[in-house]
Every structure is written in structure tokens, then in C-alpha cells.
């Protein structure tokens, strides 16, 4: 079978009544498919056979050269008709396709999952309250933790005064994704919103691999599917990423512009939680604008997102 009569799987676009099922097995011919596309013969050093190739990126018997597999078991594995997939034929997989280290738990999870669901663990909003006492000590930096559907479960006086009074918003609200998509404010908080909504895109994508029957993620994705075309548009990729570190350039309304670097470290008696930290160098202009937030944080307490931007 060629690549051009196999149909592609399907993508799980929600309808107007929100959930709909991800299903592991579709997810698995997706993804592969999603990660071919993006290489050439020549990426991975085959040569190039015919001046006119009907399918974009690596063919499946290309992958299947690659792999040492063979192109009848790749094909059942992309229709998720693998069964009892050995570590070593995923680890070829992801070798030949050079995925990213996310790119690789994720088509591990995605393997695991397509015949046994995995429960989705439960909803937990609860946050230690020595975590609570850690957030608040640290009072010249913004924090927070988030749960796995990007949830934000607690948060510093510092990340009020830069993100707004999320204690403002119904608890359902204060989530990433949410937030990212489709409030105003916060997306003009973002100067670079693109990689900020990739981020946050990618993180669900992983969860959802290992998860894919959680109804709470299923709720939310399905929500962003009906009132965001750009969330859409980034969840048809199949693109994930856990993000641990790096650089955020924000425009605040009271300071203005700040580049902050963040890191995010999972949580050890918890992985399903994270603990976000964002700062500055010290003597720098973002250092003195978290300063300058930091010291009017107190009389911006209860203003909501929508008012603070």
C-alpha cells in the first residue's frame, strides 16, 4: 500500500458539544506521518530516485529502510494494528526520524496506549502547603505551579503583579491554554504569542499521549477546537514539547517591555505538577521593572487580568 491510498487517520476535530475521543490508535499514524513529512531523502542521507514524489517528506518504505523494519509492519503500526511493539522497534523508529527527546516518550506513550487506556489521573487541585509557603518566600520573582492539563493551581504575589489577579477568574479558567487562546489580555502580554501557544500546545500533546481518555483534557481540547482557529491550526501539527527553560519577552502595561528566563522543574513527589520561576539578571532593565511591579504588587491585588490589560 502507498502512501497515497492510505487514508489519513482521524484528526478528532470536536463539534459544538466539545468532547471528542482521541483516539491512540489514529494518534499513532498522525504523528508518524507528521514527523516523515518534515524530513527529506537527502536529511537522512538516501538518495533521491525520480524527479516527481506524489508524497511530501520520507515515504513509508524509506522510514521502514531506515528503521529495519519492514514496510507491511510499518504500515500496520501507522494503522494501529501493532501489536506488542518492542522498545527496540520504537527506539529505530524514533532514531531514523530523529525525534526530540518529548517527540520520543510521546510515540512511546502513543504505542502503549492504543490497547490499553491508561486511567487519567485524578484532578488534583491541592497544592502542599509548604509549597504554598515556598511560593511566597519567594517575593522578588514570579511563580507559580501548574497541574498536567496546564492548570494553574497557586501562584506568588509576583505573578499577580505581572500576569493580573488570577484569583479573579472562575478556577476553571486559570489554565494556559485557556488563558493563551482566548483572553485578549494575555495574549498581549506575550510579545513573541506564537512560540508561547506552541509551548503550551505541545505540553498538552504530550500529556494527551499518555492520557488520551482523560475527559477533563477532552473537555478542554475540545473547547479550544470550537473557539480557536489558531489552536486548531497548532493541534493538527502533532507537535510536542515539554518546556523546562528558556526566555519570555513580555509587554507589561505599567512597566513595559521585559525579558525574563524562566525555568520550570516537575515537582518529585508529584511529576504531574510543575514549579515555574521567572527572573532577571540582577542589575538589568528587567531586574528593575520586576522591582517596580514588585513594589506596587500589594495595591494590584484583586485586579483581574481583563482590567490589568
Not at 502595561?253 to 525574563?260: A, F, I, Q
Not at 508529584?270 to 520586576?290: C, I, R
Request: glycine share 8%; aromatic share 6%.
Amino acid at each position: 500500500m502507498s502512501d497515497m491510498d492510505f487514508p489519513p487517520g482521524p484528526e478528532g476535530e470536536a463539534g459544538p458539544g466539545g468532547e471528542q475521543p482521541i483516539d491512540p490508535r489514529a494518534e499513532i499514524g498522525a504523528f508518524l506521518r507528521s514527523r516523515r513529512a518534515r524530513l527529506t531523502p537527502e536529511n537522512v542521507g538516501l538518495p533521491v530516485f525520480g524527479r516527481h514524489r506524489r508524497v511530501p517528506g520520507l515515504r513509508r518504505e524509506e522510514l521502514a529502510q531506515l528503521a529495519g523494519v519492514s514496510v507491511a509492519y510499518l504500515t500496520r503500526l501507522e494503522q494501529g494494528r501493532g501489536n506488542n511493539v518492542s522498545d527496540e522497534v520504537v527506539h529505530a523508529i524514533a532514531r531514523a526520524l530523529r525525534l526530540t527527546d518529548a517527540e520520543h516518550t510521546h510515540l512511546t506513550h502513543l504505542v502503549r496506549c492504543q490497547h490499553r487506556k491508561q486511567p487519567a489521573p485524578p484532578h488534583q487541585q491541592q497544592v502542599r502547603a509548604t509549597l504554598r509557603q515556598l511560593l511566597a518566600s519567594l517575593d522578588g520573582v514570579p511563580a507559580y505551579v501548574t497541574g498536567p492539563r496546564s492548570d494553574i493551581l497557586a501562584w506568588n504575589r509576583m505573578a499577580t503583579a505581572l500576569f493580573g489577579d488570577w484569583d479573579g477568574l472562575p478556577s476553571r479558567e486559570r489554565n494556559w491554554a485557556r488563558l493563551v487562546f482566548l483572553r485578549p489580555g494575555h495574549r498581549r502580554l506575550f510579545a513573541e504569542w506564537e512560540s508561547k501557544a506552541i509551548d503550551v500546545v505541545g505540553a498538552l500533546r504530550l500529556y494527551a499521549g499518555c492520557y488520551p481518555d482523560d475527559p477533563q483534557l477532552l473537555t478542554l481540547v475540545g473547547e479550544l477546537s470550537v473557539k480557536s482557529e489558531e489552536f486548531r491550526r497548532l493541534w493538527a501539527r502533532h507537535d510536542v514539547k515539554e518546556t523546562n527553560h528558556g526566555t519570555r519577552r513580555l509587554r507589561h502595561p505599567l512597566v513595559g517591555e521585559l525579558t525574563l528566563s524562566f525555568e520550570s522543574m516537575r515537582l518529585p513527589d508529584d511529576p504531574e505538577h510543575s514549579l515555574t520561576v521567572y527572573h532577571a539578571p540582577p542589575g538589568s532593565a528587567a531586574a528593575e521593572n520586576l522591582r517596580l511591579l514588585g513594589s506596587w504588587g500589594t495595591d494590584m491585588i484583586g485586579t483581574t487580568p481583563e482590567a490589568l490589560y
